[in-house]
């Protein structure tokens, strides 16, 4: 059986696709929060949904409903889609292929190497002034680098397992399912140019987090992850990239939170000499993957043999 998406066109699937993910993302938090009420946390609850944590019962829900949040919204949604579009989710999201050592290895080499240009392009977007109708943005941002500062106030070492979990190795998985598998995947399998590929479904994943100082950085970096997935027709690149670059943000507030480093790393200005180095790193990275690209197509199963395949270009 042919699945239902299968013949739509792009702009209606991506459609399709927006509107699940809203859809997901709407039901997901009423479920978690009707539990939460169940089981007694109605106020601590009803706190967080106004943004104010304070107490750990409050801290505790936000982030449950963070975690649930994410997974529904993101991991649930590309399953789901990518089951109507393809009748095989894991191999459509590209979940089943096994990546080569050296891709995963770079992969995760050039996120680490790019984090003084990250860094650096945050710096410059935040001294752009925005325009009044546009100041809203930046108190979303600043609500929720409030809230993070709440999250990241701790010494213990469970708590910072937790904080990886919920900070690092669940977006890795639901938005690169979601940004990478659904979105740049479905670019790639209509033809669309990879330059276009990285730069919409980038756009989109910056668009996704809010943050007007970081929209830049976190478009270049979606670009670079889609880049990974493109490479190495693995869904397990990018994964691993984006696990480590929030996985190293969470550790660094910890190592700062209990004194062993001296200063807030976010938070400092990054020297200019750092930035060139990190260029050069970054750029001679880009070159290893482009020369090891994995022989690997994205197209959809075939389910008769007069149906056409599409092939990445």
Not at 79 to 86: D, I, R
Not at 144 to 172: N, Q, W, Y
Not at 290 to 309: C, G, L, Q, T, W
Request: glycine content about 6%; overall charge negative.
């Amino acid at each position: 059986m042919r699945p239902p998406f299968r013949n739509y066109p792009l702009s209606l699937r991506i459609t399709l696709l927006l509107l699940l993910f809203i859809t997901a993302y709407s039901m997901f938090p009423i479920m978690v929060i009707m539990v939460l009420n169940t089981l007694g946390f109605a106020e601590a609850t009803e706190n967080v949904l106004k943004g104010v944590i304070e107490t750990p019962t409050e801290v505790n829900a936000f982030i449950v409903l963070q975690a649930v949040g994410s997974l529904g919204a993101f991991a649930v949604t590309a399953m789901a889609f990518s089951q109507l579009e393809a009748g095989n989710a894991a191999e459509h999201l590209h979940l089943d292929q096994k990546p080569a050592i050296q891709l995963l290895l770079l992969g995760v080499a050039g996120i680490i190497v790019a984090q003084p240009i990250i860094s650096f392009l945050v710096e410059v977007c935040d001294k752009i002034p925005l325009p009044e109708s546009l100041q809203s943005l930046k108190s979303v941002q600043q609500t929720e680098e409030a809230i993070m500062k709440k999250l990241m106030d701790f010494t213990s070492i469970p708590r910072l397992l937790l904080m990886i979990v919920v900070m690092a190795v669940i977006p890795a998985l639901g938005e690169e399912m979601f940004f990478r598998g659904a979105i740049a995947g479905n670019l790639l399998r209509s033809r669309v140019s990879l330059p276009a590929t990285l730069a919409i479904s980038g756009f989109i994943f910056a668009l996704g987090h809010l943050q007007f100082t970081n929209f830049v950085a976190i478009w270049l970096m979606g670009a670079y992850l889609g880049y990974l997935f493109y490479v190495s027709g693995s869904l397990w690149v990018p994964i691993a990239a984006h696990f480590v670059n929030n996985a190293l943000a969470v550790i660094l507030k910890y190592l700062f939170a209990i004194g062993v480093l001296s200063s807030d790393i976010a938070n400092d200005s990054v020297p200019l000499w750092s930035v060139a180095i990190s260029v050069v790193l970054f750029a001679a990275i880009l070159r290893l993957l482009h020369n090891n690209k994995a022989n690997i197509s994205f197209r959809y199963p075939v389910f008769d043999e007069d149906e056409p395949i599409f092939e990445e270009q």
